[in-house]
């Protein structure tokens, strides 16, 4: 098996899990995995080991692997984290950051916008790629950091919460985009203080909304 295979193998396994179509608690038989996957035995092993690294899967001893669930707890730490994260990350790319930086930023968030528009016009379609795009923007306003290993790090927790955000916080409609409106705002303007402020409504809106919808 090559390493492009085991890495694409790999790869769809985590999508799977971060977008819920293996759902949470779901027991991760092999012979199953191997079916709907494609890959062999060995490649599944150690692309279920990675994942339990990263804490989206469990390993349950000599009874095998499921999928990590959710609660509470988790969720307000993975919130924590993210916020801590992205907003010392805004910071350092607030003042580093170029016209291309602005530009990006300014672009990101107009197609954010039109996923939003049609989320609000009833339009379900709409819901993969604004997932997309909401990933697409946040890593945009960071991007100007300077560093790699911050960005690398926040892109893993970023999933993490992205995987309750699929599952259990969902859309929240014209907070949501006021939010979105507001930090792109704020980045032109580079005001980190005040993009911090509106990315700390923004990640605890999100948990209080998903605690209040009973999504897990």
């Not at 560093?147 to 993490?160: K, N, W």
């Amino acid at each position: 098996m090559s390493e492009a295979t085991s890495e694409r193998a790999f790869g769809r396994i985590r999508a799977d899990i971060l977008r819920g179509v293996l759902a949470p608690g779901r027991k991760l038989t092999l012979d199953r995995l191997r079916e709907t996957y494609g890959v062999g035995l060995s490649t599944l092993r150690e692309s279920l080991s990675r994942l339990v690294a990263e804490r989206l899967v469990v390993a349950e001893g000599q009874r095998g692997f499921e999928v990590a669930g959710f609660s509470e707890t988790e969720l307000r730490e993975v919130a924590e984290l993210r916020l801590l994260l992205e907003g010392h990350a805004l910071e350092h790319a607030f003042r580093a950051g170029d016209v291309e930086w602005e530009a990006g930023v300014v672009a990101a968030h107009h197609k954010l916008s039109q996923m939003q528009d049609r989320l609000a016009a009833g339009d379900a379609v709409a819901l993969e790629p604004w997932r997309h795009f909401d990933a697409e923007f946040h890593q945009t306003l960071i991007s100007a950091c300077g560093s790699r290993m911050l960005m690398a790090t926040h892109a893993s927790i970023f999933d993490r919460y992205s995987r309750y955000q699929n599952l259990a916080l969902g859309f929240r409609g014209e907070i949501a985009v006021r939010e979105h409106r507001d930090l792109c705002d704020a980045a032109i303007r580079r005001d980190a203080m005040a993009a911090r402020e509106i990315l700390a409504a923004h990640i605890c809106g999100g948990v209080e909304h998903a605690l209040a919808s009973g999504g897990f």
